[in-house]
């Protein structure tokens, strides 16, 4: 459906509106379209992740001729085997915990993950990640495309942004996806107290509840606080949340403290939104220092993710959880004059849970700069994508949320998606 | 509003009234727009300017002694909270502070609002500047004024506060040769042999022309244009632009659109020591670019105009011819702008979505300051998604309708409360003016608070918040629950968000 958020702006706020059911009801809801637990959490690495400093192919020596300054040396990387073509392939040192879920099984790596002429914009790449559309990257998001296939009313808190924003990932036409970065920020407070403070609470909810059908953009903002009020008790409950490990005290890590939490409290959410960012290293990415940018970066990523795994593991919901990361990019092979790496093509995605079928899929690049070498592209500098990106997804749509992934993409994708469950 | 004032006296004539009134709304709609909204006194003494002598004034402010830095700690004006000395020159919460104040109290608000639209377009965040150099050297890079620093140097801002209304070709170059932004995109590491594509890309992709206006193969030949670009360190004390010629590459540069005025596409092999022209050529192909003035006019129509309607064609055509004939002076393209039917008419009014900075300005110049701390506003503005000096990325902020998240509007909500209990008092007093009535209290609260007509629903909310509670007395202790009360939900209230 080729519907931009700005016409949906313009025209779709009657039909938006019923994904504000009354609260009462709102429990009931979710857990009618909880039948499935299952939820989805997905992980944006935002800047474009040097996948070549994240899954090592440690034999290659081109690998070390073109990183002379940031390469990871081959003695200090967890291995992790081979892919289908023997390439012998190694996780950055940070990426401990990463490798226990790989060795469980629970951690699938897809190699060369993009689509053809990719794009280097930050901008016009995030977009077409997120719209699934390289053609057309505008519009709705492909999981907002899935949310507004699930039957009417859609409970309010169904998709839930940790992210101060609303990612176009989960635009939607029809479901108003609320932001809840922190969950003691997402309380209603008045300047007075007592039973006033409860009539500026009844009085804003119904200022909140005019959604004029003449001034789309009056309702959009109007419908942002009426989510708000439709969440707010059940999101204070999540505030309650005792982990079973300590959670890193970073903003990453205390997000999927509050998915888990969600998850436990059983508020009802499929699909999460996390996202970390830093990874635009254009320069000192000193990937060997222990304070290089691309050493904190994974440090970061992997305490953060191994404290999900582990919390999720003890509370029981690893098997209803899967976790899918993605980039905007890859970045290019060879390093730059500032022991950085500018913006590339195809890069890796991973996917993590108690359902995933864990190992390596696709195959990593061979680096050899030559024009002739069919894992690369753009004169051999970057690397050339083998997974068609919406086949990842397709997969995810088809075999984790039950869904259509024809319907949602707009074409057919499923040939050639790793088969990780 | 004081009760007494002149614009009161004037209302007693009903047709006098009226025309105080439809004159008052279109004063308070430029203000919102050229600057962050105004307290009564502003928009008196811009009333009696009249509209077209109010917008030169907003434009010609260099005639306004800027002073404004010198009133911050003095009585009257909104608080700054100092941990030790106050040092806006190198601290960064304390540049914030410093920046809300100016927000609030400059008179020349136009400056203010250009200021930071250049912060956006020109992106560059604060952590990345202090994760290279240090704390104290990242504040102030971003926004130091030369005649606080040891070494005078002058950071970002005060750089988008010169060319705020000045020439964009300048500002360019100024921006390419600009501490943080070489520091920002990595420019200090760009060189012969190993050049560094990340600022000659976003020079073409969102400071000037715009995406799929260029091809890869040219943001690797400005990659190589900018080599040598890159920073010195005098007495190590300071860092400021170093054109380093033995870094430059000298071989000729192709591109895919013309650099020169003959249509020439390729900038010559220079030596090195001549080599810093190549940028200066490229900078001034790319203002001069057929894509960048259209460009510059629809951001700046929303940014002044409508984000809800799309731009009016005919309007940015004009705006970009005013572009390419003044040779990329701003000035003469803001006053078409401000003066084009487009800007005054009804429907383009509240048709804008505030950025938080303009959301916390306005509510402080219209709810009130005295006694307010505007240190209380920085934690809930990074909630709402505007940390200034930290855009989250060089795209600048996602504006318009991304700004709206049920969490973002909670934030918002949450600093309409806390901002009305703070004023409580001063509420309470400029609320007796109202107090014959709850339908008075309201009346008298949405005039102050400049929000669009409010719809019969939602009217009808506030004025049941307004009568709930008991019988009406007009008591003071009423008027101190009620005003605070009622400005808490107005400023919280979605028809507020639009400007």
């Known amino acids: 459906m080729a519907i931009t958020r700005r016409e949906f702006v313009r025209g779709g706020v009657a039909a938006f509106t019923v994904s504000f059911a009354a609260p009462a009801f709102l429990s009931d809801l979710a857990r009618a379209q909880g039948r499935s637990r299952r939820n989805l959490v997905v992980l944006y690495l935002s800047g474009g992740n040097d996948s070549l400093s994240m899954v090592i192919p440690y034999n290659d020596s081109q690998y070390y001729a073109r990183r002379p300054g940031i390469a990871i040396p081959a003695a200090s990387v967890l291995q992790i085997g081979t892919d289908r073509t023997g390439i012998a392939l190694g996780l950055h040192p940070r990426l401990g915990g990463l490798r226990t879920m790989f060795n469980a099984g629970r951690l699938a790596l897809i190699q060369r993950t993009g689509y053809a002429n990719s794009s280097r914009s930050h901008f016009e790449g995030t977009d077409i990640w997120s719209t699934a559309d390289p053609r057309s990257p505008q519009g709705n998001g492909w999981l907002g495309r899935y949310l507004d296939t699930l039957p009417s009313p859609v409970d309010p808190l169904t998709a839930w942004s940790t992210a101060g ?172 004059g500032s022991q950085g790496t500018d913006h590339g093509a195809a890069s890796v995605m991973m996917a993590i849970g108690g359902g995933v079928r864990g190992g390596i899929y696709g195959t990593a690049p061979n680096l050899r700069g030559t024009p002739d070498n069919p894992t690369l592209e753009n004169s051999g500098n970057d690397v050339h994508y083998e997974t068609d990106f919406r086949s990842v997804y397709a997969k995810v749509i088809d075999g984790w949320l039950g869904g259509d992934s024809v319907a949602v993409l707009g074409a057919d994708f499923r040939a050639g998606a790793p088969a990780m469950f | ?312 064609s005919a309007l940015i055509v004009a705006l970009a011819n005013t572009y390419y004939g003044s040779g990329f002076e701003m000035k003469p393209v803001l006053e078409r702008l401000f003066l084009s039917p487009q800007f005054v008419t009804a429907e383009n009014r509240y048709a804008r979505y505030s950025w938080p900075a303009e959301f916390v300005a306005r509510s402080l110049k219209e709810i009130g300051w005295i006694g307010f701390s505007v240190n209380d506003a920085l934690g809930p503005m990074s909630n709402m998604g505007q940390q200034l000096f930290e855009p989250p990325d060089v795209a600048g902020w996602d504006l318009g309708t991304n700004w709206f998240s049920s969490g973002s509007m909670l934030t918002r909500m949450n600093f309409a409360s806390q901002l009305a209990t703070n004023q409580k008092f001063n509420l309470r007093d400029t609320a007796r003016a109202g107090r014959s009535s709850p339908e008075a209290l309201l009346s008298l609260m949405l005039d102050r608070l400049t929000a669009a007509p409010f719809a019969r629903e939602p009217y009808q909310a506030l004025l049941d918040y307004a009568r709930a509670g008991g019988a009406w007395t007009g008591s003071d202790a009423q008027l101190l629950v009620k005003a605070a009360g009622l400005a808490h939900l107005i400023v919280g209230s979605g028809d507020y968000q639009l400007v």
């Open chain 2, 1 to 312: 509003m004081p009760a007494g004032s002149p614009t009161m006296q004037r209302r007693g004539d009903p047709i006098e009234r009226e025309r105080v009134r439809h004159g008052e709304h279109v004063i308070e709609h430029l203000l919102r727009r050229a600057g962050f909204g105004a307290g009564q006194d502003e928009i008196d003494d811009y009333l009696q300017l009249g509209f077209s002598e109010a917008i030169q004034q907003l434009l010609n402010y260099e005639n306004i002694p800027d002073d404004v830095d010198q009133l911050i700690g003095t009585p009257g004006y909104v608080s700054v909270t100092a941990r030790g000395e106050f040092l806006p020159r190198t601290v960064i919460n304390d540049a914030r502070q410093r920046w809300l104040f100016r927000l609030i109290h400059s008179r020349r608000p136009l400056q203010e609002k250009m200021a930071l639209f250049w912060h956006n377009h020109f992106a560059t965040a604060y952590s990345k500047i202090s994760g290279a150099l240090g704390a104290d050297e990242g504040g102030r890079y971003m926004a130091a004024k030369p005649t606080e620093d040891p070494n005078q140097v002058k950071g970002q801002i005060e750089l988008f506060r010169q060319y705020a209304v000045g020439n964009f070709r300048d500002l360019l170059l100024a921006v390419a040769k600009d501490t943080a932004m070489l520091v920002w995109l990595d420019g200090r590491t760009n060189v012969k042999g190993r050049p560094q594509e990340n600022f000659a890309r976003e020079l073409m992709e969102l400071f000037t022309m715009g995406v799929d206006t260029f091809a890869e193969t040219d943001v690797y030949a400005g990659a190589r244009v900018f080599t040598g670009w890159n920073l010195a360190h005098p007495s190590n004390a300071y860092f400021t632009f170093s054109y380093v010629a033995a870094q430059h590459d000298t071989t000729a540069k192709e591109f895919t659109f013309p650099i020169y005025s003959n249509g020439s596409k390729v900038i010559p092999a220079r030596s090195a020591d001549a080599g810093m022209q190549d940028g200066v050529d490229l900078i001034n192909a790319v203002a001069a670019h057929p894509a960048t003035g259209p460009r510059l006019a629809r951001k700046l129509y929303q940014y002044f105009i409508s984000e809800t309607s799309e731009p009016d």
């Open chain 1, 165 to 336: 924003v609303i990612p176009r990932t989960l635009q939607a036409n029809r479901v108003g996806v609320p932001s809840i970065p922190t969950i003691q920020g997402y309380a209603f407070a008045s300047p007075n107290s007592g039973t006033d403070a409860q009539s500026a609470r009844d009085s804003a909810t119904r200022i909140a509840s005019h959604l004029p059908v003449d001034q789309p953009h009056l309702a959009f903002v109007n419908a942002s606080s009426q989510a708000a009020f439709a969440t707010l008790d059940r999101v204070a409950q999540v505030g309650t949340y005792a982990p079973t490990v300590n959670y890193p005290n970073n903003g990453f890590a205390l997000a999927l403290r509050t998915i888990a939490g969600a998850m436990v409290k059983g508020v009802g959410t499929k699909v999460f939104w996390v996202q970390t960012g830093g990874y635009d290293t254009h320069a000192g990415q000193n990937p060997n220092q222990a304070n290089g940018s691309y050493t904190t970066l994974m440090t970061t990523l992997n305490d953060g993710l191994f404290a999900f795994y582990t919390d999720l593991l003890n509370q029981g919901l690893l098997n209803d959880t899967l976790v899918l990361q993605f980039s905007e990019f890859g970045r290019r092979i060879s390093e730059n």
